[in-house]
C-alpha cells in the first residue's frame, strides 16, 4: 500500500510531486505554501488565513475572480489554512490541466498588482462574517480560543486561532498583506503535486514552464518555540448553550515524532465511537454524558490531545472528569487489551485504504503527498506512517498515557450556561474569551 | 533530480489569455448489474477495482415521512436502533464486530429514505455483508437500548435550540409544509420522542423496513453472482412487506411571508427563503438544475457573488431544489451579518425575480453554468462510495439505466428561456417565506420596512 511518485525540484526551489492514476479522466493539483497562523506575531493574527482569501481575488494577468474561469472548465477548488501551512487545490478535468497551472502561477508570482483596498475590505468583511458564522454564533464555538490561549503562552505562535482576533484583523493594513506575500508566497517555500491523468514528463514540463519564472525568494527557517504546562489550568466562560462541556488538553509530541502514533490510538480507545471506553462507561452505561470524543492534534512544532465530554442533564462536570480520570488512569496502569490492539491495526489498514481512494481535495492523494514533502521533505512516507501504526504495542500505548495524559499538567475548561457559573468544574476561574 | 534550465521550458508564457481547456477523453459511466432476490430485495453491482475496497449501500424507501403524527422522529429512533444489537450481540458488542474488521458504518435518515452503509477492506466483504443484515434485518430493539437512544436524542433536541442554523431549519419546514409528512425534521420533537416507547420502534421496523422496497448496492472489486450470493446468505429470510408511501397531510398550509425566530444578541441573522416547489420527477429536472447553478449553487452563482463578493455581508450563500419524490422544498440558506439582514433579504428577493425573468440568463452565464456541470462530471464517479451514492438515486427515484450517459446532453441542451420558464414555473414571489433567526430588536425596524408585511415572531420552542 503506497501512493508512487516522482519528485523533482525546479532550480527556483519549487518541489513537484507527480503521481499517475488514469482511472478518472481527472488531474489533482494541490499547492502547498508552507506558512499558516503560527508565522503570525502577537497583534497580527487571522492573517496567514485572511491572505488566503485574497488568494482568490485575482492576479495580474487574470484580474477577476479566480473561481470563474477553472469553474467554467468543469473544476472544483477550494483552499485552506491552519497552523502550519496553506494549501490551495482544483481537480480538473484531463484537459484543463494547462489552466490550472497558469492561474495557480499567476497567484504565485504576480498577485500583489492586482490587489487593491476594495478587494481587502471586502475579503476582511467576509472573514469576519466566516468567524461570526463559524465560532461567535456557534454553541461551543469559542472553545479553540479558551483552549489555545491557556495551552501556550501569549508569545508562542500556537496561541491564537487561524481565524484570529477581531481587533487584529480590524487593524491589519495593506502593507503588510504584501510583505507577507513577499516573504512566504514563492516557489522555495512551496511544493506542488499533482496527482491523476497526466502524463509525467508533460506534467513536469508544464509546471516547469508556468512556476520556472518565478523568482526564488528567502528561504523560510522552521519556528521552534518550545511550551510547557507547569501546573493543572481550570478556567471556565459563559456561553449560550443548555448543557456544560468538560474540555481537558495536554501538550503533546509533535505530528510524525516519536509517541504521535501511540496517542492516536490512545485517543482513540479512549474516546472514538462506540467501542471506546469512556463512550462506554460515561455514555452507555452510566448516562453521565451526552457525548465524548477525543484526538491527538498533532501538528508541526508539538501536539495537544484533547478529552471533550458534554454533561447529561442532572450530572455534572466533576463527575465527568473524575471519571475521564479513571479511565485514563487504568488505561495507563493496566495498558490496552489485545482485542483493542488488533482492532487498532486493522482500523489503521482500513483508514489507510480509504485515504487512497481520491486524487485530489482536502486528504486526497496530491494533498498527502504534500503534506509528507512540506512536514518530513520525504513524500514517500506513506507506507511508513502506516507502520507508525502498526508497530504501536501495549507498552508504548501505556508509556504514552503515563507521561502525556499526566492529570498535573493540563488545561481543565468548561463551558456553561449563562447565569450558571457553578455548573463549572471544581476550582475553576473566569477566562475572558472573544 | 533537478530541471537544469531550459529543459522543460519552451517559449516565454503567454499570459496575454488563459488556456482554453482542451478535450477530456470520454469516460464509461460505470454499469450497474442487476438482480432481485426472491423476498424482493434488489441487489445492484457496480465492479471498480482502484482500490481492495467494497461499499456496501443499503437504501429503504421508508423514511422520516412515514413518521405516524404525533410520533415524528420514529423513523430516526428506529434507523438509530439498527446498529444497537442483534440476537445475544449487545450494541457495543455490534459495534466491536464492526471494528474488527476496520468498517466504516453509517446509518442515515432522510424523508424519503433509511440508508445503512459499510465501507470495508475487499477479504472482510463476507463478514460486513452478514453484519449488515443483523443490523438491518435482525436488530434486537431492546427496552433499555431504547431509552437510552431516546434520551440522547432529547438531550440533542435540547442543544439544537442554541443552534441558529438547525433552529431556522426546523421553523422553515413547519412554515411551508405545516401537518405534511415533509413538515418536521427527521429527529422529531420532545412531545413526539416523549410519545413513542419501544413497541413503536419494533413495529416500524416490522412495518416499513421490508425487503420489497429495499436495494442493496455493492461497489468494488466484487463480481455481481458472488455478491448476489453472499447477499442471498445473509438477506434470504429478510420477509414481509411494507406499508405504502405515506399520504400528504392535506393542503399547505399559508404562512406569512416574513417570519423571525428571536434570538438576542446575535451577531449574524440565519436566513431561510423557499417554498414548496417541485418534485424529483419534473420533467424540468435538468433545467431547474442548471437554473439553481447560476442562481445560488456554485461559488460564481448570482447570490454569493452578489452577498458575499460584491458586499461581504457573508461568509457565503446558496440555494438548493431539495428534489424527493413528492415536492421538495426550494431554499434559499445563508448566515448574514446582523446590521446586513434587511439587505440580504431585499438582495436574495431581487435575486429570484431576476432569474425569473426580470433579468434573465445571460448568454455567458449559461454557458458557465452547464460547462461547471457537465465538463467535470466523470468526477463524481470516483469513488466507489460517490459511485453508490449515485446507484442510490437511481434507486431511489426509480431513474432509468442511461441517467448518468443521458445526463450531460440533456444539461446541455438546457436553454436561457427554459431557465426563466421553469423558474417562472417553480418559484412564486407570492409564496416566497422568509424566516429569519436572529436579534429582533436591532432589526425589527428594518424588516418592517421591507414590504413583506409586519413580521411574525415565532417562539424558539414553537417547533
Redesign the interface.
Known sequence: MNIPFT?????NGLDVLLHE?H????VAVNLWYHVGSKNETPGHTGFAHLFEHLMFEGS???DH?F???L??????LNGSTNADRTNYWE??????L??AL??E??RMG?LLPALTDAKF??????V???R???Y????YGLAPMALLAALFPPDHPYHWTTIGDVADLQAVTLDEVRAFFRRYYHPANASIALAG?IDPDRA???????F??IAAGERVDAIHVAASLPRDVRIHFED????PRLYLAWHTPAMFAEGDADLDLATDLLAN???SRLY?RL??DE?LA?DVSASQNSREMMGYAQITA?A??GHTLDELERAIFEEIARLAAEGPTD?EI??GR??????F??R????GGFGGKSDQLNAYNVFLKDPAYFRKDLERYQVCTKASLQAVVTRYLDPARRVTLSIVPHGRVSLAARDSTAAVVS | MTVRPGSGRGAKVDRSQLPAPGPTRPFPFPAIEKSTLPNGLRVWTVHHTQVPLVAFTLLIRRGASSDPAGLEGLAAVTADMLDEGSGERSAIEMHEALARVGAQFDTDIGSDATVASVTVLSRFARRALELLSDIVVRPAIREHDFSRVRQLRLHRLTQLRDMPGAVADRAFLRLVYGAHPYGHSPIGSEASLAAMDVDAARGFHARSMRPGVSTLIAVGDCDHAAIVQLASDAFGDWTGTSDGEPGDGGPLPHSARLNVVPRPKAPQSELRIGQVSVARDTPDYHPLVVANTILGGQFVSRINLNLREDKGLTYGARTAFEFRRRSGPFVLQVSVQTSGTAKAIEESLGEIAGIRGTRPVTPAELELGIAALTRGYARSFETGEQIGRGALQLALYDLPDDYFEQFVPRIERVTADDVSRVMARHLDPARLVTLVVGDLDVIGQNLTELGLGEPVVLPPDAF
Open positions: 519528485k523533482h525540484t525546479l532550480e492514476d482511472a478518472c479522466p481527472i495580474q494577468h487574470h475572480g473561481f470563474q474561469p469553474q467554467g472548465a468543469g473544476a472544483t481537480v480538473v478535468p484531463t484537459g484543463a494547462e489552466l497558469w492561474m502561477s499567476d504576480y475590505t471586502n475579503q476582511r468583511d467576509v469576519l462574517n466566516e461570526r458564522q463559524n461567535e454564533n456557534r454553541p491523468d513536469l514540463a508544464l509546471v516547469d514552464q508556468y520556472g519564472e449560550r448553550v443548555e448543557l465511537g462506540k467501542t462506554r455514555v452507555f448516562r451526552t458534554t447529561a442533564p482485542e488488533d482492532r486493522v482500523q489503521a489498514e482500513a483508514q485504504m480509504f487512497l481512494q481520491t486524487v
